[in-house]
């Protein structure tokens, strides 16, 4: 019988001894002092400051930014990102992680492709359905085998793939000119892309899910203590096994998106290291990798927040190698603020 | 029984001082201006309610936590520990309140972390480590392989671990957090031999325990807090029980031991008991259960440590899949159950280990209650806001629970207080049958007196109860009968009414002495006769 | 791990449970080398230039620079944590160790040791001391370290004047390559240090329960760093030894090792959950993953895509036939089924 | 030597050098009775790769060989080290290896020689000594691509132009041969600017993302040169999402059909081909070596350009892939 699993699985996670919570819910840990209390706002809502200073920044500085289209076309990017970042964050909440996103999306992109002779409908549809499947496989092998998530989404980043390069035989496929590619590539209400509103939409639904709905609630205090929730009555399997299936889904309409913005379906670049992204957005945006917490409004923010800041480095023609450095001090550095002075 | 012959006429050296010691966690104040000494060869008693600061304090005296005013002396000098590591090198060693050792590595591993017998200067004599381990199991008499994985221990077992490490690191004071809870009182005796020892060694102990008579078997001299602060201090002469007990509830109380006696209501003449497991099997842990309980009865599962309580226990709540045996309630059998079928069909279980079984850390107080409540304050998946804010607030009150409010996370709870959320767990779902393993694990003597207030009206509103204890006295008072479990088999039972301790002991003794458990027999003999035991 | 029984185990005890148990402990640590030998012995029976002396040699060979990265990432997966940085460490150990070639070979080998420890040490301290997620910090490190790379060397370097630091990685003694003995060396250090030092005590303490090994006085922020660093700089040598064997500084080397390098722990049986491991294990599955890219090749007509396939569906399947035959299963359920049989199965008292 | 199916696409030699490398003992072994293996260097994504691949297969055929051995190093140097060893250590006699840097390769060579394995490289050079880590190497000068890129396109836009570079992975010498080849190329032009370079990553999905991007921020640009056929997919698209297709000229290199298709309907304005079929020349620069005779230590591709004035033909001729 395992002791301290808590301490034990504070592994993926800053080790905050488990006596010294640091939550926004927890009355003891905001400063009684004036001066730390804007501090823990701030730190608590970084990702919004964060978000607005780049925006603010780039406005100044970066020529072509307050163009409208600029927005357009950072939402159309990000929309695929909100999406797998949603699976993400429940697959996190439970503390497991989902690495097959991205190549789920490949897949799902090749899929389109796959079914295209059998109309659009079936495109449409058989793309996520594959998602859909690929989310199951990984549920079953985390829930009912036990296998560790970290590991058989690795085996399925690579597997996957693999599978959506064998089925276009490694090409790419351009697909037709269809209504429906054209509303989901490229369709826009007012500047906000379409497949932004419907993934705005998903994420209000997961929201809510989470906070309302037995399954939500499930999700958490699975990733809270898995030994409390066996014995709480929760089905911790079942729960594992929906988390893994929506986020394939969710990844498998991901790909869809993705393709129909390129106008084709590409096995190749589509989703490549897109998990890291959804990653780092959920854990920028308030969602601790050690689990048993969500913020699903904070993932979507997280998600824009590199969105903009890939855009300011390639709109600034700051080099490739210079922008990755950045990027990579930026992440340190943001989510350190996050973490000090608590 | 030992207790302080050498050390009333001439005040024996302080070891290890604080003066004007406070620390406040966000808005709580966990300690006021403490000050304590501890004297060398004295047993120091630290007691209060839960929460009141007791862990906390014994975190600054081992450098976990830094005092945020105030300072710590050792042998007159002023020191200051900046975590556990600088304490332990000072020769101030802590068996915690929740067991914390190394569940994965070897009790070996354990005892001698940071403390390895070398080789070249550079290498772990793992030989010798393993030899001395021997050694110190033994003079302790511990009953476990030095090799063994600790995980695979009772908790009690563990518990002893952990002393056993703070022995052997040769610690001048050694700081004892709750160190029975877990133990069986075959147990309890070996460590306060222990204890004993110790004490004529010359070492400076702290003596932290829920439990009033063996505080003041023990210890010396008591130190009583309430709220983070000192509030008395004294001899056992000066503070006796009534006014101990004063002071730390800081009000008069029934008394520790003023049990309700139970009236003997169950309700035995149901043609089917409320819980019945027949020839319950699960691996070699639990081996023969059988038992039947009716409305209205409690009845106690007693046993020595390891007797397989607890996995009997998890085999009938379906945490565990039995080999064999039957359980039904109310007379229909609970066919391959799982914890939530088993609560669905009114079981409900509470866990000895709170930590890692029972809360739900960085979730609220709230979240904590409901948990099990979930698919009946919701429709069609979606949770009644109204309904859990409802059932989360009756029980706060009912269970008389001290939280800053149902939103506060639950790790910010004292122990005592932890536990009574989790007991509103298992009765939220209004169970016909309750399992509680060692349900006043840790709590302090006024919700101690809460929780079996509560058991009893529940089993007067027509619930069956099994309950374990670490304490043999609480069990008797507390239940009709006694179950008597030894090594995971039934071996019948006994009323309580008049009982006393002895004679449960004395069961227990008749069926090891009869099993080829040589263990069972030595620690039972321990506890009749420590001096005896000495020579074995 | 030593499994020593001790004098004050009775030795009747439970013999069946305790036999399990032990067999268990065996799947675990060395499964990954039965499975290993199994794999080997078919191949070689499927294809028979698989068995060659020479073929085996290089594949061991070739298995080294993987191999150096695996012990690090073992001894951070042990104690609780991940190291994302290390394949970017290579690459930028390549650049480093070409830039340093004109001033020996001495400097070539040590100069990329050197930054891979203090980039370590750098992720130990955002880890251990500003408690930030493993995750994140080393997964920031791979896109730093990449960059910097790249910024060293936009085009590949080729290394001024080889002499006899391309003959480190190139050579041999007795026959045998001496990256065939660097591995070897390697993995003895790691697993003596890992078994027989306090070092090694501390990181299998703190992986199995962080919070108890700090009170129990463990010097966790100490060993935390002191680990990652050792990580970067076996990554670092990895990289000093992959220059010399290629002849250049190539920022592009090393992409992928390191979720290579944590497959090849979690088939060599250790936890991801920490606390548990050991040396020869992981060692085992760099093999396996030499093995089976060895074997792709010597199918000869299979197309990369179903490459990919194939090693993700192997890697499954090693994963999944350990997770069964160790009864980690019931793990999922914590408290429930297999896994706490697993501890009851364990030495009974005496 | 027309042992080797030709179609019209096949490679032409535009320059040999004067050096060659001649066996020292023709052993007399014919390639009909020898193992020979192919290291690829990538994945098989682009269509270069996967036509590479299927030539030298088919080259393979034609030429009888016993069997042929083929490895992916999926762009990883040390694994196509490995790669080569595990071939030689399965017999291989010969080999024709597309190297994945311009360094790296030195043990396997070593190895090779150590064996007697001729070795004869295609489509990236790479470090070694020439006639005894390989004898010869075929491929396209990158370098001279970029210039012709940029002739090319000063010519279509009147030597007056913003442009935006799309560039390809970077650590890769195809991609910094192409990048400085075309700068050199533009000093000729001072009125042709380069407003942004960006690296796509030879993806067709970030390009039209980086395209996209540097519309925004360059409104002006009117001109686009990319390094491969692949990206400049993904700048079409998003150009054409701006609504600036008309406007930019285009310029890009490989001579894939979906981009010299484009030049037919007026979208791109020129293509410098980098032919990817080495199978006949490969086989037969072996033949030669084995047979005794000379083989020049480099032949460097006659590479076409194609623009409007040759796009349909070419397309109608099947000369692109
Ligand atoms: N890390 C912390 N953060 C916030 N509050 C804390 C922390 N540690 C302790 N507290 C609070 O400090 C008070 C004292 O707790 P402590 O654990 O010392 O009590 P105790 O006397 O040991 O109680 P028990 O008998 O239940 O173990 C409690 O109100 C507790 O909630
Ligand atoms: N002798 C033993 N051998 C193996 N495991 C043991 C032994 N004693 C106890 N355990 C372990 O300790 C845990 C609790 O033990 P069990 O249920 O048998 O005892 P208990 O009577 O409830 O004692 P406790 O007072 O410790 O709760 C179980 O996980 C069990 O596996
Ligand atoms: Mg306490
Ligand atoms: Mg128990």
């Not at chain 1, 608590?44 to 400051?49: I, K, L």
Request: hydrophobic share 45%.
């Amino acid at each position: 019988m395992a002791i301290n699993l808590e301490t034990n699985e504070e592994r993926l996670s800053p080790s905050t001894p488990p006596q010294a919570p640091q939550s926004p819910r927890s009355p003891q840990s905001t400063n009684p002092g004036g001066g730390g209390a804007w501090r823990t706002v701030l730190r608590e809502h970084s990702v919004y400051f964060a978000l607005a200073a780049l925006v603010v920044f780039n406005l100044i500085v970066t020529p072509g930014f307050s163009n409208p289209f600029a927005a357009r076309s950072l939402l159309f990017e990000a929309a695929p990102i909100v999406l797998i970042a949603l699976g993400q964050n429940l697959a996190i909440a439970t503390r497991g992680i989902d690495l097959s996103v991205g190549s789920v999306m490949a897949l799902a992109s090749a899929s389109v492709a796959v079914f295209l002779p059998y109309g659009i409908g079936p495109a449409l549809v058989g793309s996520v359905a594959v998602g859909a499947l690929v989310g199951l496989w990984n549920g079953f092998l985390v829930a009912v085998l036990a296998i560790d998530p970290l590991i058989s989404g690795l085996a399925l980043l690579v597997a996957a793939r693999g599978l959506a390069q064998a089925l276009l035989g490694g090409s790419r496929v351009n697909l037709p000119d269809a209504p429906a590619f054209d509303l989901l590539g490229a369709g826009t209400v007012g500047p906000v892309p379409i497949i932004m509103l419907i993934a705005l939409a998903l994420a209000a639904v997961v929201a809510f899910v989470v906070r309302r709905t037995t399954f939500g609630r499930y999700a958490i205090l699975v990733g809270a203590s898995r030994g409390a929730a066996f014995l709480a009555g929760i089905p911790v399997r079942r729960t594992l096994f929906l988390v893994y299936a929506v986020s394939g889904t969710l990844a498998g309409l991901a790909g869809l998106f993705a393709s129909s913005r390129l106008g084709a379906s590409d096995p190749n670049y589509v989703g490549v290291n897109f998990e890291l992204d959804a990653i780092a957005a959920s854990v920028i945006g308030g969602t601790p990798l050690s689990g048993g917490r969500i913020s699903i409004v904070g993932a979507v923010f997280g998600v824009l927040l590199l969105q903009v800041l890939d855009a300011s480095f390639i709109m600034n023609n700051i080099s490739f190698t210079y922008a990755q450095i950045l990027k990579a001090v930026f992440i340190v550095v943001a989510l350190y603020l996050q973490r000090s002075g608590a | 029984m030992t207790t302080s012959a050498a050390t009333s006429s001439a005040t024996p050296r302080a070891v290890l001082e604080t003066r004007g010691v406070s620390r406040t966690f966000g808005v709580v104040r966990a300690l006021r201006d403490v000050s304590l000494t501890l004297r060398a060869g004295e047993v120091h008693g630290l007691v209060g309610e839960n929460g009141a600061g007791k862990s906390t304090l014994i975190k600054v005296l081992t450098g976990f936590h830094q005092p945020d005013t105030g300072a710590l002396t050792l042998d007159g000098k002023s020191v200051t520990f900046d975590s556990p590591r600088g304490a332990q090198n000072a020769g101030v060693c802590a068996v915690y309140q929740e067991i914390n050792l190394i569940p994965e590595r070897s009790v070996a591993d354990n005892i001698f972390l940071c403390h390895e017998p070398k080789r070249f200067g550079v290498l772990v004599d793992r030989k010798r480590m393993l030899e001395r381990a021997a050694e110190i199991v033994q003079r302790y008499r511990l009953s476990v392989d030095p090799a063994a994985r600790l995980g695979s221990l009772g908790l009690g077992a563990q518990q002893m671990v952990s002393l056993a490490r703070g022995v052997s690191l040769g610690a001048r004071v050694l700081i004892l957090d709750e160190p029975t809870s877990a133990l069986s009182s075959a147990e309890v005796d070996v460590l306060f031999d222990v204890v004993d020892r110790l004490r004529a060694e010359g070492i400076a102990l702290l003596f932290v325990s829920h439990r009033l008579s063996e505080c003041y078997r023990l210890c010396d001299r008591f130190t009583v807090m309430r709220d983070g602060a000192v509030v008395r201090t004294g001899t056992p002469e000066e503070l006796p029980r009534a006014a101990l007990i004063a002071a730390m509830l800081g009000r008069e109380s029934s008394g520790e031991h003023a049990w309700t006696e139970r009236s003997g209501s169950a309700d035995t003449a149901d043609a089917a008991p409320a819980l019945a497991v027949d020839r319950l099997q699960w691996g070699n842990r639990v081996r023969d259960v059988s038992l039947k309980v009716a409305r209205k009865e409690i009845v106690g599962l007693a046993g020595l440590l390891g007797s397989g309580r607890t996995e009997t226990f998890k085999t009938i709540f379906g945490a565990q899949k039995a080999d064999a045996g039957d359980v039904d309630i109310a007379g229909r059998a609970l066919t391959h159950a799982t914890p939530a079928r088993s609560i669905a069909r009114g079981l409900a279980f509470l866990s000895e280990d709170r930590r890692s079984e029972g809360i739900f850390p960085r979730l609220s107080v709230g979240e904590n209650i409901v948990a099990s409540l979930l698919p009946r304050i919701s429709r069609f998946g979606f949770i009644s806001r109204a309904k859990e804010a409802q059932v989360v607030r009756e029980a706060i009150e009912r269970l008389g629970i001290k939280t800053a409010g149902p939103n506060a996370l639950i790790t910010t709870l004292s122990g005592g207080n932890q536990q009574k959320a989790l007991i509103a767990r298992c009765l939220s779902t209004q169970p016909t049958v309750l399992l509680l393993d060692d349900p006043t694990r840790g709590i302090d003597v006024g919700a101690k007196e809460e929780v079996h207030r509560v058991v009893q009206e529940l089993a007067r509103d027509g619930l069956a109860v099994v309950v374990t204890s670490s304490e043999m006295e609480e069990l008797l008072a507390l239940t009709d009968r006694l179950v008597v479990l030894n090594e995971g088999a039934t071996q019948g039972g006994m009323p309580t009414a008049g009982a006393n301790p002895d004679d449960v002991l004395a069961v227990l003794a008749g069926d090891a002495n009869d099993s080829r458990d040589v263990s069972a027999t030595r620690d039972v003999g321990a506890t009749r006769n420590p001096a005896g035991a000495d020579k074995a | 791990m030593a499994n020593v029984t001790s004098s004050n185990a009775d030795p009747t005890a439970a013999p069946a449970a305790n036999r399990r148990a032990q067999l268990i402990a065996l799947v675990q640590s060395r499964g990954a080398i039965a499975m290993l030998v199994v794999v080997a012995l078919i191949a070689g029976g499927v294809f028979p230039d698989f068995l060659r002396p020479s073929n085996l040699a290089d594949i061991v060979s070739n298995s080294a620079f993987l191999g150096l990265v695996a012990v690090g990432q073992s001894l951070v997966i042990i104690l609780g944590g991940f190291d994302l940085s290390v394949g970017s460490m290579v690459g930028l150990g390549t650049v480093i160790a070409a830039y340093a070639a004109p001033y020996g070979w001495g400097a070539a080998m040590l100069a990329p040791v050197a930054a891979g420890f203090v980039i370590g040490i750098g992720n130990g301290l955002l880890i251990a001391r500003a408690r930030m997620a493993p995750f994140i910090v080393t997964l920031a490190a791979l896109l730093g370290l990449k960059g910097l790379a790249l910024v060293l060397a936009s085009q590949d370097l080729l290394i001024a004047n080889p002499g006899f630091f391309t003959r480190i990685a190139n050579g041999s003694i007795f026959g045998i390559s001496n990256l065939i003995w660097v591995l070897v060396v390697v993995y003895g250090l790691g697993a003596v240090l890992l078994n027989h030092t306090r070092f090694g005590a501390a990181i299998f303490a703190i992986g199995g329960n962080e919070e108890a090994a700090r009170m129990l006085g463990v010097r966790v922020e100490r060993v935390k760093v002191l680990a990652y660093g050792l990580s970067g700089a076996l990554a670092g040598l990895s990289g000093a030894l992959l220059a010399s064997h290629l002849d250049s500084g190539l920022s592009a080397a090393g992409t992928g090792y390191e979720l290579q390098s944590i497959a090849a722990a979690v088939i060599g049986g250790v936890l991801l959950t920490g606390g548990v491991g050991t040396m020869a294990g992981p060692l085992a599955g760099v093999l396996l993953l030499g093995v089976i890219d060895n074997v792709i090749n010597q199918v000869g007509t299979l197309s990369p895509y179903y490459q990919n396939l194939a090693s993700g569906a192997f890697l499954l399947a090693a994963v999944i036939v350990q997770t069964v035959l160790t009864g980690r299963r019931g793990a999922a359920r914590a408290g429930g089924g297999k896994a706490a049989r697993r501890s009851a199965a364990a030495p009974a008292r005496s | 030597a027309s042992a080797y199916a030709q179609d019209s696409g096949a490679q032409k030699v535009q320059s040999n050098s004067n050096e060659t490398c001649t066996i020292a003992k023709p052993g007399g072994k014919k390639l009909s009775d020898m193992v020979v293996g192919f290291s690829q260097s990538e994945n098989e994504q682009n269509p270069f790769r996967a036509t590479e691949t299927a030539s030298v297969r088919a080259a393979a055929k034609a030429a009888g060989v016993k069997r042929l051995l083929y490895t992916n190093a999926n762009a990883n140097q040390a694994k196509q080290v490995a790669d080569i060893e595990s071939m030689i250590n399965q017999g291989a006699e010969a080999l024709i290896v597309a190297p994945n840097d311009s360094t790296g390769l030195q043990p396997a060579f070593a190895q090779a020689r150590a064996k007697g394995i001729p070795v004869v490289t295609i489509d990236r050079q790479t470090a070694g000594t020439v006639c005894d880590d390989f004898i010869t190497f075929l491929g396209s000068d990158f370098y001279k691509q970029g210039e012709r890129a940029a002739k090319a396109l000063a010519d279509a836009t009147g030597g007056k132009a913003v442009i935006a570079e799309i560039q390809g992975g970077y650590g890769n010498t195809v991609e910094s041969q192409r990048t400085d080849g075309f700068a050199n190329g533009l000093k000729a032009y001072p009125n042709m600017k380069i407003a942004a370079a960006q690296t796509a990553n030879w993806s067709t999905t970030e390009a039209q993302k980086v395209m996209e991007q540097i519309l925004l921020a360059h409104p002006d640009v009117n001109a686009v040169y990319t390094h491969a056929d692949t990206m400049t997919v993904g700048a079409i698209t998003a150009l054409r999402q701006a609504g600036k297709l008309k406007g930019v000229t285009i310029v890009s290199i490989d001579g894939t059909k979906e981009i010299v298709n484009g030049i037919a309907q007026g979208t791109v304005a020129a293509d410098v081909e980098t032919n990817p079929r080495f199978g006949p020349l490969a086989f037969k620069s072996l033949e030669d070596y084995l047979a005794g005779k000379p083989v020049p230590q480099k032949q460097i591709m006659d590479d076409a350009l194609f623009d409007k004035t040759n796009a349909k033909q070419s397309l109608a001729a099947g000369k692109v892939y």
